[in-house]
Nanobody, 126 residues
Framework: QGQLVESGGGLVQAGGSLRLSCAAS????????MAWFRQGQGKEREFVAG????????SYGESVMGRFTISRNNANNAVYLQMNSLKPEDTAVYYC???????????????????WGQGTQVTVSS
């Protein structure tokens, strides 16, 4: 059974940067599509970024496009989210997710993903 563990969250001022990491274990996720979602307080879980099993094929939510970058290192069984120019509205719990069904696609719907981490809190102060 695979597991995903996020790290790297914290408190940062607006305009700052953070890099989130997602360490996978229990199985190789190199053939899986990987994604980051976030959920703010009282809000629905929102797609942030995704990368298919094909390295270099990525997609982003509109609100983070141009500021966030997803990457993956299959040798380390890890995926990352570089977040720049952070805004207070980026405050949320960030989740790493993986899917093995049609891994060339990175849908924006959380239900499409069958592996989830426990989340890491990101707080951006104004």
């Amino acid at each position: 059974q695979g597991q995903l563990v996020e790290s790297g969250g914290g408190l940062v001022q607006a305009g700052g940067s953070l890099r989130l990491s997602c360490a996978a274990s229990g199985r190789s996720f190199s053939s899986y599509a990987m994604a980051w979602f976030r959920q703010g307080q009282g809000k629905e879980r929102e797609f942030v970024a995704g990368m298919s099993r094909i390295v270099g094929s990525s997609s982003y939510g509109e609100s983070v496009m141009g500021r966030f970058t997803i990457s993956r290192n299959n040798a380390n069984n890890a995926v990352y989210l570089q977040m720049n120019s952070l805004k207070p509205e980026d405050t949320a719990v960030y989740y790493c997710a993986a899917k093995d069904n049609k891994p060339w696609l990175t849908p924006t719907t959380p239900a499409e993903y069958n592996y989830w981490g426990q989340g890491t809190q990101v707080t951006v102060s104004s």
